[in-house]
């Protein structure tokens, strides 16, 4: 069963509940936006076509590549984990990087010799 709750003069949130289902929830700036969601879960779960979309909508982008990084590219055949730059970077007592120098020292590598593409689309460093 769906319900429509009035959150301030411009929010409306739709809460669906239903048995055997995770309770819903959207908040939307116009009632028949919120209305026309709660209608849409409740027909999906009657008809049992319904697929909990609560973790998709919380997933970002750093999120699945630092996943990518941790399971998936380990087992493939090229994989070669180089050690990250980020982890190099020298920190102060106050905690503040010293980016000068890491950026100095970066530009010094990259001098030298960057890693061709074939490489670096294998390096992930997302930290």
Not at 60 to 87: D, F, H, M, W
Not at 104 to 121: D, K, M, V
Request: charged share 25%.
């Amino acid at each position: 069963m769906a319900t429509i709750i009035t959150r301030g003069p411009y929010q409306y949130q739709a809460k669906v509940r239903r048995n055997g289902y995770p309770l819903q929830s959207k908040t939307f700036e116009h009632k028949q936006d919120a209305l026309d969601w709660a209608a849409m879960i409740e027909s999906e779960m009657r008809r049992g076509v319904f697929v909990d979309r609560t973790e998709l909508e919380h997933t970002t982008l750093g999120g699945i590549l630092q996943r990518y990084k941790k399971e998936i590219a380990p087992t493939q055949k090229r994989y070669v984990n180089p050690p990250c730059p980020s982890k190099n970077m020298a920190h102060s007592s106050s905690g503040k990087t010293h980016t000068y120098e890491f950026g100095q020292e970066r530009l010094h590598t990259l001098r030298r010799g960057a890693p061709s593409c074939s490489q670096a689309r294998h390096c992930l460093c997302y930290e």
